[in-house]
C-alpha cells in the first residue's frame, strides 16, 4: 500500500488472499506459512511500461501506452491476456497478473503468469486501424515474449482477430513459427475450443460445484452478466445442459428474457456485437426480450448468477438482492467482478461462491494445451480437447475440496487461493531467494 497507494484493484485482490489464505496456513502450520515469500509473491517479477504510437485513418498520429506486467515464472514461462480497453492501467494489470498466478497455478499445467496490454478503445475504430495498433504494440513487445518466456493470448476487446495481427507481426519479427501466443485461430496454430474455452469451462466447474451439493444444472434458472466471449460461450452450454438462461447484458445495461435464451436469439447477439451493436438491439429483433437501460442482471429472480462482463460489475448491494431472491451459488466468468463486499455478503448468506481463479481457468487450461500442441507440431481434435478441459475442471474443483472442505458446501474461495498459493510457493521456495 505504501509502493502503490492507488492501486485499489491490486489491494482488493490481495487482501482477498491474505484474508483466506493467512489463517488457514497459520492453523496447518504449514512451510510456507512465510511472510518473506509472500511478499515475494505480491511483488511483480518485471513490468514494462511502453509508448505504442500509431496512425489512424485520417493520418493523425496517436499514442497509446502499452504494458506487460510479468508476475510469476516460478512454474512456467509467463503466461496470460492482453486486453485493450480505456481502462487499462498498472493497478488493474497487476491485480489480474496476481490472479492470474494462482488460475495458473491451479489448472496443473506448467505456467508462470502475467497480464498486459494498452490503453487502446478498439470500438468504432476500422480493421485497418485495428491491424495497425495490433503491429505497433508487436514492434515493442516482441522483444519482451516467446514460447519458453512469455506467452500472451487475448482478453477483453484482444479476440481472434487481434491475436492473428499481434502474431503474424511477431512471427515477421522474430522469423519463428511457434506457439508464442495462444488464442490463435486454428487455421495457423490455434487449438480448437479455445475461444470457447472460458464459458465452457465455467460451465463445467459450476457442473462439478453442482454435484458436490448433490444437485444438477438441469432446470435451473440462470442470470449472465456481459455479452461477451465469456458471457455467450457459458450462455451456450448452460443452454446444452438444460439451463433456463435469463439475462445477459452490456455496459448499457441488461436484457431479459423470462421464458429463456433460444438458441436463435443467442446467435442474435453474437451477431449484434460484432457489428458493434448493443444488446438493447435484440428486444427489437424478438417480442419476449425486455430491455432494461443501465441496469445489472443482479436484481432478477434466479437460482445461479454468473457475472461475465468485468471487474467489480457485482457489489454488496447486489449480492444483498440476489440473496434475498434465492439464489444459491455464484461462480465468477470474469476476473473479480464481485467486490469484497459482495464476497462477503454473498457468503454470510450462504450462497455456494466459485471464485475466477478457478471458475474461469478453462480458458487459460486450452491455452496451455495449445502450448503443448505447437510444441509438439500436433493438433487435437474438438473431442480431444474438450476431454481434456472437462479433465482440468475436475482436478481444479478437487484442488480447491481438497483445501476448502469436502462437505456439500465447500469454501471455494478458501480451497482455490490454498491450493494455488501453496503450489506457487513450493516453485518459489525450490529455486531459492530470487
Ligand atoms: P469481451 O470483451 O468479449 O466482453 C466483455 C463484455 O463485458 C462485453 O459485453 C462488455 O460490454 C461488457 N462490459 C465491459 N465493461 C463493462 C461494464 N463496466 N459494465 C458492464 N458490462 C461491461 O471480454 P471477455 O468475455 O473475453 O472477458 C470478460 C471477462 O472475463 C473479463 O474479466 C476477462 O478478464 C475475463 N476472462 C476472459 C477470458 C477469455 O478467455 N476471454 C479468460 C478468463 C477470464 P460492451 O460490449 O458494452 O463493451
Not at 183 to 206: C, D, H, M, N
Not at 216 to 244: C, F, P, Y
Not at 357 to 364: M, S, T
Request: aromatic share 8%.
Amino acid at each position: 500500500k505504501q509502493r502503490d497507494p492507488h492501486h485499489e484493484h491490486f489491494h482488493q485482490a490481495a487482501h482477498s488472499l491474505l484474508d483466506s489464505a493467512a489463517g488457514p496456513l497459520a492453523e496447518q502450520g504449514s512451510a510456507f506459512d512465510d511472510d518473506a515469500l509472500m511478499t515475494r509473491l505480491l511483488e511483480p517479477e518485471r513490468i514494462m511500461i511502453f509508448r505504442v504510437p500509431w496512425v489512424d485513418d485520417q493520418g493523425h498520429s496517436r499514442v497509446n501506452r502499452g504494458f506487460r506486467v510479468q508476475m510469476n515464472g516460478a512454474l512456467g514461462p509467463y503466461k496470460g491476456g492482453l486486453r485493450f480497453h480505456p481502462s487499462v492501467n498498472l493497478d488493474v494489470l497487476s491485480f489480474l497478473a496476481l490472479e492470474q498466478t494462482f488460475k495458473n497455478a491451479l489448472t496443473g499445467l506448467p505456467l508462470g503468469a502475467g497480464k498486459g496490454g494498452a490503453d487502446f478503445d478498439p470500438k468504432g475504430r476500422s480493421d485497418a486501424e485495428i491491424m495497425r495498433f495490433c503491429q505497433a504494440f508487436m514492434t515493442e513487445f516482441h522483444h519482451h515474449m516467446g514460447e519458453d518466456t512469455d506467452v500472451p493470448a487475448g482478453d477483453m476487446g484482444v479476440g481472434p482477430r487481434e491475436v492473428g495481427y499481434l502474431f503474424g507481426m511477431y512471427r515477421k519479427l522474430s522469423r519463428t513459427h511457434t506457439g508464442a501466443f495462444t488464442g490463435k485461430q486454428p487455421a495457423f496454430g490455434g487449438s480448437l475450443l479455445r475461444v470457447e474455452a472460458t464459458g465452457y469451462g465455467l460451465i463445467y466447474f459450476l457442473g462439478n460445484m453442482l454435484a458436490q451439493g448433490g444437485d444438477r444444472l438441469d432446470g435451473k434458472t440462470v442470470a449472465i452478466s456481459g455479452a461477451g466471449n465469456v458471457a455467450r460461450h457459458a450462455l451456450e452450454k448452460a443452454l446444452e445442459q438444460g439451463a433456463r438462461v435469463i439475462s445477459l447484458s452490456d455496459s448499457q445495461g441488461t436484457v431479459e428474457v423470462p421464458e429463456g435464451f433460444t438458441e436463435a436469439m443467442l446467435e442474435a447477439v453474437a451477431e449484434i456485437k460484432a457489428g458493434g451493436g448493443r444488446v438493447a438491439d435484440l428486444a427489437e429483433r424478438f417480442d419476449d426480450v425486455r430491455y432494461h437501460e443501465g441496469e445489472r442482471p443482479w436484481g432478477l429472480r434466479c437460482d445461479i448468477a454468473l457475472p461475465c462482463a468485468t471487474q467489480n460489475e457485482l457489489d454488496e448491494d447486489d449480492a444483498g438482492r440476489l440473496v434475498d431472491n434465492g439464489c444459491a451459488w455464484v461462480a465468477e466468468g470474469a476476473n473479480m467482478p464481485c467486490t469484497a463486499g459482495a464476497v462477503k455478503r454473498l457468503r454470510e448468506g450462504g450462497v455456494v461462491f466459485g471464485p475466477g481463479k478457478a471458475a474461469n481457468a478453462g480458458g487459460v487450461a486450452v491455452s496451455g494445451l495449445e502450448m503443448g500442441q505447437n510444441s509438439r507440431r500436433e493438433f487435437w481434435s474438438e473431442d480431444e480437447v474438450d476431454e481434456r478441459l472437462r479433465a482440468i475442471m475436475a482436478r481444479i474443483h478437487r484442488r480447491c475440496v481438497a483445501h476448502g472442505g469436502d462437505g456439500e458446501r465447500p469454501d471455494y474461495l478458501v480451497g482455490a487461493d490454498l491450493a494455488g498459493y501453496l503450489r506457487v510457493a513450493d516453485a518459489m521456495a525450490g529455486q531459492g531467494i530470487l
